[in-house]
């Protein structure tokens, strides 16, 4: 029996779409750990580095001629907001594991800055994750996690890890920065998995 | 069918407001009382939940801005306009209303007790009170710089222009104006720039961890100050609000 907030009423929205515990916001918060780093295009790289050690690497201009999809997804954050259809340009997780030959189940994604998170792969391919570079039609602001991030519409949104680096495909999971610090290991929107044991 | 706790579960705590404390015209500070609370590590926030009589839920995170006490916490909480959930808080809630709390969460933007470092706070706002909250339980030398439109948006008025009285040097507290000064203040109303930190900055040597709290443009900025002046980017945590939270 949930306790009733004596004055409150609240303000209903018929939003259906909206995963328990969340509300819907037009604005695009940021949450970061530390300050923004900043990548010049020259020096980035992005790689998928396999449990072999197998690396396969590319250049922002490798990487921005791969072929591209446009996703429009809703994203949810742990801190209670969600925004709906968010447009974002990027190439497809599928895409960058197309030539890796692995029998990894779980990755761990690295970003500039240090930041890591971990995700089962098979959460990462069949066209459900991007590395995204363009938000709304411009390039990915370094607030937002530019020059590019991952997007992993259907996980909590510190999942989709800012200013990607690299992504490591590993046998055994490995928790990363958030799921170290109490968060939740997988982070299901529609489960409410937040914190640790939810 | 009983169901069994799960070792580590954060399970939802009825919260009663004991009293509430006016900070400004739009935010004020919620003394509530939780049995069985056993503390937090300053810094960390609560998840709340408020249930409408016909069960509707809104859920909000608000951090804690006393030190670390049992049976009792206390949030402060500026009001959002339009907001759904903080216009209660600020004015709607009296003493002995209920609501539901979970935490206290988060592992990294805390301020440990055994951490020997000196601290250097920097808020914006509203974005003081997980810094207030370590300043109150300071241990090692902290220094608070505290951005703000005028001195009559500041939270905690009182409780800072005593910090540093009867010569407890633990805390320094440094304000920042952006918009109107107080009258005879020395500097004139402007943004926080690189000068004005480094003359707060700890020295490069002194090893000092920086949390920096606010609306993302201030957090950005002065994230990007500290590195500049050469403050070590692994030194410096962050957390940040947009302008929805309400």
Redesign the interface.
Known sequence: MALITRGFGGRRRDDTDLPPGQYRTDDFPVLSAGPTPRIGLDAWELAVVTETGERSTWSWAQFTALPADEPTVDIHCVTHWSKFGTRWRGVSVDTLLADVETAAEYVVAHCYGGYTTNIPLEDLTDGQAWVAYEFDGEPLAPVHGGPARLLIPHLYFWKSAKWLRALELRLDDEPGFWETAGYHNYGDPWREQRYQAD | MARAA?????TWQ?ATVATTRAETATARTLVLNVDGWTGHLPGQHI?LR????D???????YSISSAPGLDRLEVTVQTVPDG?VSP?LVD???PG????IRGP?????VRRPADPRPALLIGGGSGVAPLMSMARAAKTPTRLLYSTRSPSDALFSADLATAGAAGDDRVTVTHVYTRVGPPGWPVPPGRLDADALARVAWPREADAVAFVCGP?GFV?TV??L??DIGHD??N??????????G
């Open positions: 799960i070792p580590g579960r954060l009825p998840d408020l249930t409408a009589p069960g509707y839920t809104a859920y909000r995170s759904e209660y709607v809630a009296e209303d209920q609501f539901e969460l988060g592992g990294w933007f993302t950005e994230a990007d500290l590195v980017p692994a410096i945590r962050t957390e940040r609000f947009g302008p929805t939270g």
